[in-house]
């Protein structure tokens, strides 16, 4: 797939290249920095752009906001751009609303969502060409997946929901672009790799970290009673690991063990262990399985994926006894956060209590239509990006807000 992430040409560098993190520092509430990210974020609102506003800048550093393993060295500005078709829509009902749910880059690690912005174009037909949809045609806003229920996904994921009034019958696109801070490292994957592993030797630190960080171990969405060969699989790994690693290593390689298959879209880890196929979202499924609840599903864009899939993977993050690192069951990736991750959801299973939806990995990266009106739908794809350079403005302030409260996430009290 052609290179879809672009570079922004403000560059800050942190004072390290890579290491250990220092003693974490915490960031007081009544910090200027916290107050800075506020009312940066306010204005980018007001600029007319779509920010997650349940961010809150005063729990950087805390739950899935955590400080990675590796520290990055730098923090970037990049966007993504993406649309999402709708073909032949059936008018002929009387008309009505047409929504489009789409899943947005998230807040997590190192990565973090600073603004998002629409546009609906319409198709073409036999009288002439389509073009802007006008703005009182539509409407957008975030919405939030339900966390908590049944225990299934403790993550809020956003998702830009996107409805149109009276669509045309030829058709249209929501074209999103997102931008984003983005972390950078140099360490190079062997050295990283090895770097993860001296941090991930002991569960009680791995156990004191997510629970000095406000996080549970992450229960599966699939609960039920492991059939025949899951089973098999836990018990030699209960056998054979001793250290974080050693899951790490093992949910790892049983992941990339699978046969791949994208055609395969069950998640469920018992059934993709049973016939040994799914695709890489089935891979890191069985990876968290198998994670001891060190483990977590997430799905987004990764560069350099096959073009028809549109970017679109499914992927892991694991925790050591200092902080997070990117597991990639598909990929044979091991490392830091980089800007080949762009995290979009989390947890695997959610909910929108808009529609009343449920749904399972697959549908979440792929996007959602849904309408009582009657479509083809064309699902979510990645368009090559040209580069952004933020000038002076909401965005800028934002992003230097949101660079100056991740460095104190890594600084020395």
């Not at 059936?90 to 912005?117: E, K, Y």
Request: proline share 6%; with cysteine; glycine share 12%.
């Amino acid at each position: 797939m052609k290179r879809f992430i672009s570079l922004c040409v403000l560059v800050f560098v942190a004072p390290w290249l890579y290491g250990e993190p220092k003693e974490v520092a915490t960031v007081k509430k009544d910090s200027p920095d916290i107050a800075k990210a506020k009312k940066a974020m306010e204005a980018v609102k007001d600029a007319g752009y779509l920010v997650i506003d349940e961010y809150d800048p005063g729990k950087e550093g805390k739950g899935m906001l955590c400080r990675q393993v590796i520290m990055p060295n730098a923090w970037k500005c990049y966007s993504i751009e993406r649309f999402t078709q709708i073909r032949k829509v059936q008018v002929g009902r009387g008309g009505g609303t047409f929504s489009v749910l789409i899943p947005c880059p998230t807040d997590v690690g190192d990565q973090g969502h600073l603004a998002t912005s629409i546009a609906v174009i319409t198709m073409g037909n036999g009288n002439g060409p389509g073009g802007p949809m006008n703005k009182d045609k539509y409407t957008m806003r975030i919405v939030y997946g339900k966390s908590g229920e049944g225990g299934k996904n403790p993550h809020r994921n956003p998702f830009v929901l996107v409805e149109v009034t009276d669509p045309p019958a030829s058709g249209f696109d929501v074209r999103t672009t997102s931008w984003l801070m983005m972390p950078t490292s140099t360490m190079q994957p062997a050295q990283a790799a090895q770097y993860i592993r001296s941090k991930s030797l002991s569960s009680a630190g791995v156990t004191k970290f997510m629970k000095d960080h406000g996080l549970e171990p992450f229960k599966h969405w699939h609960d039920a009673k492991p059939g025949k060969e899951l089973q098999r699989l836990l018990d030699e790994e209960k056998k054979k690991c001793k250290t974080p690693w050693d899951y790490f290593d093992f949910a790892a390689k049983a992941g990339l063990g699978v046969r791949y298959d994208a055609a395969v879209f069950t998640h469920d880890p018992d059934a993709v262990a049973t016939n040994n196929r799914g695709d890489c979202g089935g891979r890191a499924s069985l990876a968290k399985r198998l994670g001891c609840g060190w483990i977590e599903y997430v799905e987004g864009y990764v560069q350099g994926m096959d073009e028809k899939f549109g970017g679109k993977h499914g992927w892991n993050l694991g925790f050591t006894n200092n902080g997070i690192f990117v597991l990639d069951a598909g990929g044979s990736y091991i490392g830091p956060q980089t800007t080949n991750f762009i995290v979009t959801t989390m947890g695997g299973w959610n909910e929108v209590p808009d529609f009343a939806l449920k749904f399972e990995p697959n549908h979440g990266i792929n996007g959602g239509c849904f309408s009582g009106l009657n479509a083809d739908f064309t699902f979510l794809h990645m368009k090559d990006a040209s580069e952004v350079k933020l000038e002076k403005g909401p965005l800028l302030d934002y992003f230097n807000a949101r660079v100056a409260l991740r460095k104190k996430v890594y600084a020395p009290k």
